[in-house]
């Protein structure tokens, strides 16, 4: 059982450059979300998916943009990586949402 | 919007207790959830109310206000390796997303 997988796990960008980042799930969980998370700083909510079918915006939604392919996946795309992108970022995923959430094992990336 | 407040930092001594104070500021508030992270890793669930009281899981329990719109985390026996950083976590039940905390570091010494 691996619970919530996030691909890559490193990436290096060029400004300007584009990038998917991957999500998968195998808990049969209706809710997905991807945080981004700032050295010494709390997770920051980007986009939010509550069931299949759906994405909303979260507090720091600006250059992102979500995809929920299905209710296994859920991709978070940079169209035009910036440096202030550079960050840790993590998926997860949740039965319902409202309940505790679990976490994929992040994915680090950086901007130049 | 959404705010919570919990301390920057903790130390206590292994075999102490500690509690982590969480206040939170939210409409449409749901629940309370906590989280352990270590350095370099990924946050991983610990606890979560609904209902107001405590809710024990072995060494850690969770406790929640909704009255005062407060909770704890309260670490029993420390251990070396509950040296991290805990997220206290508001989830929004009209909305269907969750805001953390800034996260409180605990260091937990021999």
């Known amino acids: 059982n691996a619970g919530v997988t996030q691909t890559p796990k490193f990436q290096v960008l060029k400004t300007g450059q584009s990038m998917t980042l991957q999500c998968a799930q195998d808990?049969?969980?209706?809710?997905m979300y991807w945080y981004r998370q700032d050295p010494g700083m709390g997770l920051r909510l980007i986009y939010y998916?509550?069931?299949?079918?759906?994405?909303d915006k979260g507090e720091v939604p600006n250059g992102y943009n979500v995809s929920r392919l299905n209710k296994r996946e859920f991709s978070l795309r940079l169209e035009s990586a910036a440096p202030s992108q550079t960050s840790v970022y993590f998926c997860?995923?949740?039965?319902?949402?409202?309940?505790?959430?679990?976490f994929g094992d992040g994915t680090r990336l950086s901007i130049l | 919007g959404q705010s919570l407040e919990q301390p920057s930092e903790v130390t206590a001594v292994e075999g102490a207790i500690v509690q982590i104070n969480c206040t939170y500021q939210?409409?449409?508030?749901?629940?309370l959830s906590w989280y352990q992270q270590h350095d370099g890793g990924a946050p991983t669930f610990l606890s979560y109310?609904?209902?107001?009281g405590l809710e024990e899981t072995g060494r850690f329990s969770s406790f929640l206000s909704r009255s005062d719109s407060y909770g704890y985390l309260l670490l029993q026996e420390l251990q070396m390796k509950d040296s991290a950083s805990y997220f206290c976590?508001?989830?929004?039940?009209?909305?269907?997303?969750?805001?953390f905390g800034d996260g409180t570091t605990l260091t937990v010494k021999p």
């Open positions: 997860a995923s949740s039965e319902q949402k409202n309940q505790p959430q679990h």
């Open positions: 808990m049969n969980h209706n809710s």
């Open positions: 998916s509550a069931s299949e079918g759906t994405t």
């Open positions: 939210t409409s449409g508030f749901y629940g």
């Open positions: 109310n609904a209902l107001d």
């Open positions: 976590a508001a989830h929004n039940t009209n909305a269907g997303k969750s805001t």
